[in-house]
Protein backbone atom coordinates (compact mmCIF):
# COMPACT_ATOMS: atom_id res chain seq x y z
CA UNK A 1 0.00 0.00 0.00
CA UNK A 2 1.12 3.46 -0.55
CA UNK A 3 3.06 5.31 2.60
CA UNK A 4 4.47 8.58 2.70
CA UNK A 5 6.57 9.09 6.06
CA UNK A 6 7.72 13.12 6.47
CA UNK A 7 10.77 13.90 8.62
CA UNK A 8 12.73 16.65 9.87
CA UNK A 9 10.17 19.21 11.26
CA UNK A 10 10.99 20.96 14.58
CA UNK A 11 11.46 24.24 16.22
CA UNK A 12 13.95 26.70 14.44
CA UNK A 13 14.12 30.82 15.06
CA UNK A 14 12.51 33.10 12.48
CA UNK A 15 15.45 33.60 9.85
CA UNK A 16 16.20 29.96 10.20
CA UNK A 17 16.08 27.00 7.53
CA UNK A 18 15.60 23.20 8.21
CA UNK A 19 15.09 20.14 5.69
CA UNK A 20 12.09 18.29 5.16
CA UNK A 21 12.35 14.97 4.44
CA UNK A 22 9.43 12.05 2.56
CA UNK A 23 10.36 8.37 2.60
CA UNK A 24 7.65 6.68 -0.46
CA UNK A 25 6.65 3.49 -0.49
CA UNK A 26 4.30 0.97 -1.96
CA UNK A 27 4.32 2.56 -5.16
CA UNK A 28 6.48 3.50 -8.43
CA UNK A 29 8.06 6.61 -7.07
CA UNK A 30 9.50 7.86 -10.50
CA UNK A 31 6.07 7.34 -12.20
CA UNK A 32 4.20 10.31 -10.29
CA UNK A 33 4.48 13.54 -9.88
CA UNK A 34 4.78 15.08 -5.78
CA UNK A 35 3.65 17.33 -3.60
CA UNK A 36 4.46 19.90 -0.48
CA UNK A 37 1.13 20.92 1.02
CA UNK A 38 1.38 22.73 4.78
CA UNK A 39 -1.69 23.72 6.98
CA UNK A 40 -1.12 26.42 9.89
CA UNK A 41 -2.44 25.55 13.24
CA UNK A 42 -6.00 25.78 13.20
CA UNK A 43 -6.16 27.04 9.52
CA UNK A 44 -6.61 25.31 6.28
CA UNK A 45 -4.67 23.37 3.78
CA UNK A 46 -2.15 25.81 1.77
CA UNK A 47 -0.17 24.48 -1.40
CA UNK A 48 3.60 24.62 -1.20
CA UNK A 49 5.50 22.63 -4.38
CA UNK A 50 5.21 20.35 -6.68
CA UNK A 51 8.07 18.28 -8.37
CA UNK A 52 7.44 16.44 -12.07
CA UNK A 53 7.92 12.73 -11.56
CA UNK A 54 12.04 12.82 -13.01
CA UNK A 55 12.78 15.44 -11.18
CA UNK A 56 13.03 17.71 -13.82
CA UNK A 57 10.78 20.93 -13.16
CA UNK A 58 8.97 22.16 -10.63
CA UNK A 59 6.68 24.91 -9.46
CA UNK A 60 6.17 26.40 -6.33
CA UNK A 61 3.53 29.00 -4.62
CA UNK A 62 4.51 32.50 -4.40
CA UNK A 63 4.00 32.50 -0.62
CA UNK A 64 7.73 30.55 -0.69
CA UNK A 65 9.46 31.67 -4.07
CA UNK A 66 12.63 32.00 -3.47
CA UNK A 67 13.01 30.61 0.16
CA UNK A 68 11.65 26.94 -0.36
CA UNK A 69 13.21 24.31 -2.58
CA UNK A 70 11.55 20.89 -3.80
CA UNK A 71 13.97 18.68 -4.73
CA UNK A 72 13.52 14.60 -5.25
CA UNK A 73 15.61 11.21 -5.29
CA UNK A 74 14.36 8.61 -7.67
CA UNK A 75 16.99 6.35 -6.75
CA UNK A 76 16.28 6.28 -2.77
CA UNK A 77 12.42 7.35 -3.26
CA UNK A 78 12.47 10.28 -1.36
CA UNK A 79 11.60 13.55 -1.04
CA UNK A 80 12.80 16.69 0.43
CA UNK A 81 11.73 20.88 0.91
CA UNK A 82 14.73 22.96 1.40
CA UNK A 83 13.27 25.86 3.69
CA UNK A 84 14.99 28.87 3.94
CA UNK A 85 14.32 32.76 5.96
CA UNK A 86 11.75 31.01 7.84
CA UNK A 87 8.84 33.34 9.33
CA UNK A 88 6.57 33.02 11.74
CA UNK A 89 3.90 32.13 9.24
CA UNK A 90 5.46 29.04 7.70
CA UNK A 91 4.24 27.50 11.27
CA UNK A 92 2.25 24.29 10.66
CA UNK A 93 2.39 20.68 9.50
CA UNK A 94 4.06 19.95 6.15
CA UNK A 95 2.40 17.05 4.51
CA UNK A 96 3.96 15.18 1.05
CA UNK A 97 1.68 14.15 -1.00
CA UNK A 98 1.58 11.99 -4.24
CA UNK A 99 -0.05 13.61 -7.67
CA UNK A 100 -3.03 11.40 -8.61
CA UNK A 101 -2.03 11.90 -12.33
CA UNK A 102 -4.67 14.37 -11.94
CA UNK A 103 -3.06 17.06 -11.07
CA UNK A 104 -4.19 17.11 -7.49
CA UNK A 105 -2.73 15.01 -4.26
CA UNK A 106 -4.43 11.58 -3.96
CA UNK A 107 -2.20 9.79 -1.05
CA UNK A 108 -1.10 11.79 1.59
CA UNK A 109 1.46 11.44 4.46
CA UNK A 110 0.58 12.00 7.90
CA UNK A 111 2.34 15.27 8.26
CA UNK A 112 5.55 16.92 10.38
CA UNK A 113 5.26 19.84 12.56
CA UNK A 114 7.41 22.80 11.70
CA UNK A 115 7.43 25.74 14.41
CA UNK A 116 8.79 29.20 13.66
CA UNK A 117 10.01 30.35 17.13
CA UNK A 118 12.47 32.71 19.23
CA UNK B 1 -3.20 33.31 -6.43
CA UNK B 2 -5.84 33.51 -4.20
CA UNK B 3 -7.97 30.50 -2.46
CA UNK B 4 -11.23 29.24 -3.77
CA UNK B 5 -14.01 30.34 -2.45
CA UNK B 6 -16.34 27.90 -0.12
CA UNK B 7 -19.05 28.44 2.76
CA UNK B 8 -17.10 28.32 6.09
CA UNK B 9 -20.08 25.77 7.37
CA UNK B 10 -22.72 23.45 6.00
CA UNK B 11 -25.09 21.68 8.02
CA UNK B 12 -27.78 18.55 7.92
CA UNK B 13 -29.72 16.16 9.34
CA UNK B 14 -28.98 12.65 9.31
CA UNK B 15 -30.01 11.44 5.44
CA UNK B 16 -30.45 14.46 4.25
CA UNK B 17 -28.31 15.99 1.50
CA UNK B 18 -25.78 18.85 1.55
CA UNK B 19 -23.75 20.53 -1.58
CA UNK B 20 -20.57 22.78 -0.54
CA UNK B 21 -19.42 25.03 -3.95
CA UNK B 22 -16.10 25.90 -4.32
CA UNK B 23 -15.46 29.10 -6.30
CA UNK B 24 -12.78 30.48 -8.28
CA UNK B 25 -11.89 31.88 -11.79
CA UNK B 26 -11.04 31.58 -15.01
CA UNK B 27 -7.36 31.03 -14.07
CA UNK B 28 -8.07 28.00 -12.02
CA UNK B 29 -11.36 26.18 -11.48
CA UNK B 30 -12.66 27.28 -14.93
CA UNK B 31 -10.00 26.59 -17.08
CA UNK B 32 -9.36 22.83 -15.96
CA UNK B 33 -11.12 19.52 -15.15
CA UNK B 34 -8.38 19.51 -12.58
CA UNK B 35 -10.44 19.73 -8.98
CA UNK B 36 -10.39 17.90 -6.26
CA UNK B 37 -12.17 17.36 -3.02
CA UNK B 38 -10.72 16.00 0.28
CA UNK B 39 -11.67 15.21 3.99
CA UNK B 40 -10.14 15.76 6.91
CA UNK B 41 -11.01 14.82 10.17
CA UNK B 42 -9.24 16.54 13.34
CA UNK B 43 -5.64 15.51 13.44
CA UNK B 44 -5.39 13.55 10.78
CA UNK B 45 -4.10 13.52 7.16
CA UNK B 46 -7.13 14.74 4.47
CA UNK B 47 -8.51 11.87 2.73
CA UNK B 48 -8.95 12.23 -1.22
CA UNK B 49 -12.99 12.16 -2.35
CA UNK B 50 -13.02 13.20 -5.75
CA UNK B 51 -10.63 13.89 -8.45
CA UNK B 52 -11.30 15.16 -11.79
CA UNK B 53 -14.50 17.03 -10.84
CA UNK B 54 -16.25 14.37 -10.53
CA UNK B 55 -14.20 11.45 -10.02
CA UNK B 56 -14.26 8.69 -6.88
CA UNK B 57 -11.74 6.79 -5.80
CA UNK B 58 -11.80 3.08 -4.85
CA UNK B 59 -13.08 2.67 -1.78
CA UNK B 60 -15.35 6.10 -1.85
CA UNK B 61 -19.03 6.06 -0.66
CA UNK B 62 -21.32 6.72 -4.45
CA UNK B 63 -22.91 8.79 -1.07
CA UNK B 64 -20.42 11.69 -2.35
CA UNK B 65 -20.42 13.15 -5.88
CA UNK B 66 -18.58 16.05 -7.76
CA UNK B 67 -20.10 18.28 -10.22
CA UNK B 68 -18.41 21.80 -12.20
CA UNK B 69 -20.28 24.64 -13.89
CA UNK B 70 -18.05 27.45 -15.40
CA UNK B 71 -16.05 28.99 -12.22
CA UNK B 72 -17.74 26.69 -9.98
CA UNK B 73 -17.30 22.76 -8.32
CA UNK B 74 -19.57 21.75 -6.06
CA UNK B 75 -19.49 18.66 -3.61
CA UNK B 76 -22.77 16.81 -2.47
CA UNK B 77 -23.16 14.47 0.58
CA UNK B 78 -26.44 12.70 0.30
CA UNK B 79 -27.69 10.42 2.73
CA UNK B 80 -25.36 12.20 5.50
CA UNK B 81 -24.00 10.40 8.31
CA UNK B 82 -22.78 10.94 11.38
CA UNK B 83 -19.17 9.77 10.27
CA UNK B 84 -19.44 12.87 7.22
CA UNK B 85 -18.74 15.61 10.17
CA UNK B 86 -15.12 16.49 9.25
CA UNK B 87 -13.38 19.48 7.15
CA UNK B 88 -14.22 19.53 3.48
CA UNK B 89 -11.42 21.19 0.94
CA UNK B 90 -11.80 21.74 -2.39
CA UNK B 91 -8.53 22.43 -4.75
CA UNK B 92 -8.04 23.28 -8.46
CA UNK B 93 -4.89 23.09 -10.71
CA UNK B 94 -4.19 26.72 -11.94
CA UNK B 95 -3.07 28.46 -15.36
CA UNK B 96 0.09 29.25 -13.88
CA UNK B 97 0.89 25.55 -13.37
CA UNK B 98 0.90 25.98 -9.62
CA UNK B 99 -1.98 24.51 -6.95
CA UNK B 100 -4.64 26.22 -5.11
CA UNK B 101 -7.02 25.26 -2.00
CA UNK B 102 -10.32 26.39 -0.89
CA UNK B 103 -10.64 27.86 2.39
CA UNK B 104 -12.47 24.59 4.10
CA UNK B 105 -15.79 24.03 5.21
CA UNK B 106 -16.82 22.68 8.49
CA UNK B 107 -19.36 20.16 7.63
CA UNK B 108 -22.46 19.46 11.19
CA UNK B 109 -24.40 16.27 11.09
CA UNK B 110 -27.16 17.94 13.61
Known amino acids: QVQLVESGGGVVQPGGSLILSCAAS????????MHWVRQAPGKGLEWVAVRAKDGSHGFVADSVKGRFTMSRDNINNMLFLQMGSLTVEDTGVYYC???????????WGQGTLVTVSS | QSALTQPASVSGSPGQSITISCTGS?????????VSWYQQHPGKAPKLMIYAVNTRPSGISDRFSGSKSGNTASLTISGLQAEDEADYYCSSHTTSNTRVFGGGTKVSVL
Open chain 1, 97 to 107: ARDSNAALPDY
Open chain 2, 26 to 34: SSDVGAFNY
Open chain 1, 26 to 33: GFTFNSYA
